[in-house]
C-alpha cells in the first residue's frame, strides 16, 4: 500500500521557518514526483512545488519562490519542504502527493492527510 506522512507543521510568528517533511512508503521512490499543495480555509488548493527525485529537478509557484524550497532524501524516501521568510497568507493545511514521474504533470494519485500551519501576523 502506497502511504505519505505529512509531519513539520505548526504555529509560527511571520518572518519564520518551518521544515515539512513527507515520508513515502509503499513505492518505488526513484520513480515518482512528489508534489506539495496547500489550502486555505474557504480556498481552492494551490500546487506549491514539486520535485521530481530522479533527475531532482523543482518546480515552484510564484507565491513562494525564493522563500521556500523543495529537497529529496532518497535514502529516506522523504521530501522536504523548507518555508522561510512565511506570511500570514502561508497560513493553510499542507499536503505532499505522488504521482508517477519523471515529470511535475499534474496527475497525483496518491496523497497525504495533511499537516496544518499557521502564520501569525
Known amino acids: 500500500e502506497v502511504e505519505l506522512v505529512e509531519s513539520g507543521g505548526g504555529l509560527v510568528q511571520a518572518g519564520g521557518s518551518l521544515r515539512l517533511s513527507c515520508a513515502a512508503s509503499?513505492?518505488?521512490?526513484?520513480?515518482?514526483?512528489i508534489g506539495w499543495f496547500r489550502q486555505a480555509p474557504g480556498k481552492e488548493r494551490e500546487g506549491v512545488s514539486c520535485?521530481?527525485?530522479?533527475?531532482?529537478?523543482?518546480v515552484y509557484a510564484d507565491s513562494v519562490k525564493g522563500r521556500f524550497t523543495i529537497s529529496s532524501d532518497n535514502a529516506r524516501n522523504t521530501v522536504y519542504l523548507q518555508m522561510n521568510s512565511l506570511k500570514p497568507e502561508d497560513t493553510a493545511v499542507y499536503h505532499c502527493?505522488?504521482?508517477?514521474?519523471?515529470?511535475?504533470?499534474?496527475?497525483?494519485?496518491?496523497w497525504g492527510q495533511g499537516t496544518l500551519v499557521t502564520v501569525s501576523s
Open positions: 502527493a505522488a504521482e508517477v514521474g519523471p515529470f511535475c504533470s499534474g496527475n497525483y494519485i496518491v
Open positions: 520535485i521530481s527525485s530522479s533527475d531532482v529537478s523543482t
Open positions: 509503499g513505492l518505488i521512490f526513484d520513480d515518482y514526483v
